[in-house]
């Protein structure tokens, strides 16, 4: 992406980063769950600019036959960038980074889903990316765990996923495009709230070990919060408590 | 019908008590599994869900619709992850083989009953006995399974409302499906009244809003 310039400070005098944030907050966040009528779950989810659409359906029958698993549920997770959700235009199709995405998110969506409870069946995710403003992945994972709980799927917990990188030496949380882009390093990270459990966790760039442990620790802070806002938008669409 | 609580996939709903549907239990600890309303009996705590799919129950009749047809056997959709299977000996009617399009074919409606569920959760039905036939008029509608009781109300109360009030045939199927016959614009009114019920099912007093709902109709 070159339309945005490297700042020459990702950190100013008061701690602040580029986009008026501090190191330990994440970007304004809304979600909406049970917002598509023809799908069985799905959540519309905003991160500061990211804007994602996913869509849960199932279980249903899979389809071709062969891909059934006799004792459990499978999970086809489809990670989709639309071609103008990032400032230079991308191919529309899946490219490497997309399968990547897809691959390490359904392994990390099934670890919380009672998949023995449907045998012979599939659980499909479609998880589109409207606009991209860096974290789409863990951004997705948050939003597919609140559909797949809007379609009603037994899971063990939801799972919220957040991502911590190193800007001028600094851990922050939750990077963001130009962070992201010429930051030294970004660490996303899916857990379980409940147990804490790391679902998914990838690395680009480069950390010391004690950097690698602040930053998780800040990820899974940045997860809590999340976690938090997902608990709400299903809770108060049926009055609340 | 008291306020519910809505609580979410891994949120703890009790300690010490007995583990009910849709729940699972770590440490003492009892978690909500999907996500829904807690509703505690005497001390078994459970979570009612908001929406599901329908997965077969032995006995549980059903509206099928018939997907596919082989040599002795129909499959009908009960609009659930799996098919039902209908063999030709639990068709009321003697049929001669390879005569199975003329009494059902593909698109057909039938009321069946499930009379077996295996480890993989196939179902058998059968279409032999009362109340269960072949659907040759009126509508079908859907809703999600969860929502049945609800249309069917406390003591049938909702169910024999509708029928009273709008003079239609109605059978709701386990699987949300659910027939209607009458006039045409009956039907309408009943699917409408369906839709609303579905929509509003978390609420309470639903029998008498239909009702003054239909009475405005006419």
């Given at each position: 992406?070159?339309?945005?310039?490297?700042?020459?400070?990702?950190?100013?005098?008061?701690?602040?980063?580029?986009?008026?944030?501090?190191?330990?907050?994440?970007?304004?966040?809304?979600?909406?769950?049970?917002?598509?009528?023809?799908?069985?779950?799905?959540?519309?989810?905003?991160?500061?600019?990211?804007?994602?659409?996913?869509?849960?359906?199932?279980?249903?029958?899979?389809?071709?036959?062969?891909?059934?698993?006799?004792?459990?549920?499978?999970?086809?997770?489809?990670?989709?960038?639309?071609?103008?959700?990032?400032?230079?235009?991308?191919?529309?199709?899946?490219?490497?980074?997309?399968?990547?995405?897809?691959?390490?998110?359904?392994?990390?969506?099934?670890?919380?889903?009672?998949?023995?409870?449907?045998?012979?069946?599939?659980?499909?995710?479609?998880?589109?990316?409207?606009?991209?403003?860096?974290?789409?992945?863990?951004?997705?994972?948050?939003?597919?765990?609140?559909?797949?709980?809007?379609?009603?799927?037994?899971?063990?917990?939801?799972?919220?996923?957040?991502?911590?990188?190193?800007?001028?030496?600094?851990?922050?949380?939750?990077?963001?495009?130009?962070?992201?882009?010429?930051?030294?390093?970004?660490?996303?990270?899916?857990?379980?709230?409940?147990?804490?459990?790391?679902?998914?966790?990838?690395?680009?760039?480069?950390?010391?070990?004690?950097?690698?442990?602040?930053?998780?620790?800040?990820?899974?802070?940045?997860?809590?919060?999340?976690?938090?806002?997902?608990?709400?938008?299903?809770?108060?669409?049926?009055?609340?408590? | 019908?008291?306020?519910?609580?809505?609580?979410?996939?891994?949120?703890?709903?009790?300690?010490?008590?007995?583990?009910?549907?849709?729940?699972?239990?770590?440490?003492?600890?009892?978690?909500?599994?999907?996500?829904?309303?807690?509703?505690?009996?005497?001390?078994?705590?459970?979570?009612?869900?908001?929406?599901?799919?329908?997965?077969?129950?032995?006995?549980?009749?059903?509206?099928?619709?018939?997907?596919?047809?082989?040599f002795n056997?129909?499959?009908?959709?009960?609009?659930?992850?799996?098919?039902?299977?209908?063999?030709v000996s639990?068709?009321?009617?003697y049929i001669e083989s390879g005569d199975l399009?003329?009494?059902?074919?593909?698109?057909?409606?039938?009321?069946?009953?499930?009379?077996?569920?295996?480890?993989?959760?196939?179902?058998?039905?059968?279409?032999?006995?009362?109340?269960?036939?072949?659907?040759?008029?009126?509508?079908?509608?859907?809703?999600?399974?969860?929502?049945?009781?609800?249309?069917?109300?406390?003591?049938?109360?909702?169910?024999?409302?509708?029928?009273?009030?709008?003079?239609?045939?109605?059978?709701?199927?386990?699987?949300?499906?659910?027939?209607?016959?009458?006039?045409?614009?009956?039907?309408?009114?009943?699917?409408?009244?369906?839709?609303?019920?579905?929509?509003?099912?978390?609420?309470?007093?639903?029998?008498?809003?239909?009702?003054?709902?239909?009475?405005?109709?006419?």
């Amino acid at each position: 992406m070159k339309t945005k310039q490297k700042p020459e400070r990702f950190i100013d005098e008061e701690g602040k980063r580029v986009d008026g944030r501090r190191p330990d907050e994440i970007r304004p966040i809304h979600i909406e769950s049970g917002v598509l009528n023809r799908a069985d779950g799905s959540c519309y989810i905003e991160l500061g600019d990211n804007k994602i659409m996913t869509a849960v359906y199932g279980p249903r029958e899979v389809h071709p036959r062969h891909l059934a698993e006799p004792d459990r549920a499978i999970v086809r997770y489809k990670y989709n960038m639309a071609s103008f959700s990032v400032s230079e235009r991308k191919r529309p199709g899946p490219g490497r980074r997309d399968r990547e995405i897809s691959k390490v998110s359904k392994e990390a969506l099934e670890s919380a889903i009672f998949l023995e409870k449907y045998p012979n069946s599939v659980i499909d995710v479609f998880v589109e990316i409207i606009e991209s403003a860096a974290g789409t992945r863990a951004t997705s994972l948050t939003a597919a765990s609140v559909a797949c709980a809007d379609a009603g799927i037994p899971m063990r917990d939801l799972i919220a996923s957040c991502a911590s990188g190193k800007v001028d030496d600094t851990i922050v949380l939750d990077v963001n495009e130009v962070e992201d882009n010429y930051g030294q390093a970004d660490l996303p990270i899916a857990i379980m709230p409940k147990t804490e459990e790391i679902t998914l966790l990838q690395m680009d760039g480069n950390l010391t070990r004690n950097e690698f442990e602040k930053a998780i620790k800040l990820a899974k802070k940045g997860c809590h919060q999340l976690y938090e806002k997902q608990k709400q938008a299903l809770k108060n669409k049926y009055g609340g408590n | 019908m008291v306020h519910r609580e809505t609580v979410i996939p891994g949120e703890k709903i009790g300690k010490n008590l007995k583990p009910g549907k849709n729940t699972y239990k770590e440490d003492n600890n009892i978690y909500s599994s999907i996500y829904g309303f807690k509703n505690k009996r005497n001390d078994t705590i459970e979570v009612l869900p908001i929406k599901s799919k329908y997965i077969p129950k032995k006995g549980d009749k059903v509206i099928g619709i018939v997907t596919d047809i082989s040599f002795n056997n129909w499959f009908l959709n009960i609009n659930s992850p799996y098919d039902a299977r209908l063999p030709v000996s639990l068709h009321p009617e003697y049929i001669e083989s390879g005569d199975l399009k003329q009494h059902l074919k593909i698109g057909d409606a039938a009321i069946i009953e499930i009379v077996e569920v295996d480890k993989e959760l196939q179902a058998d039905a059968n279409m032999d006995g009362k109340e269960l036939k072949k659907i040759t008029k009126g509508t079908i509608t859907q809703i999600t399974p969860t929502k049945v009781p609800r249309v069917i109300g406390k003591n049938a109360s909702m169910i024999s409302m509708l029928k009273r009030e709008t003079d239609c045939q109605i059978y709701v199927g386990q699987n949300g499906r659910i027939w209607i016959d009458g006039e045409k614009q009956n039907i309408e009114k009943v699917t409408k009244a369906i839709q609303m019920i579905e929509q509003e099912a978390h609420k309470s007093g639903l029998t008498n809003k239909i009702k003054t709902y239909l009475k405005n109709q006419k």
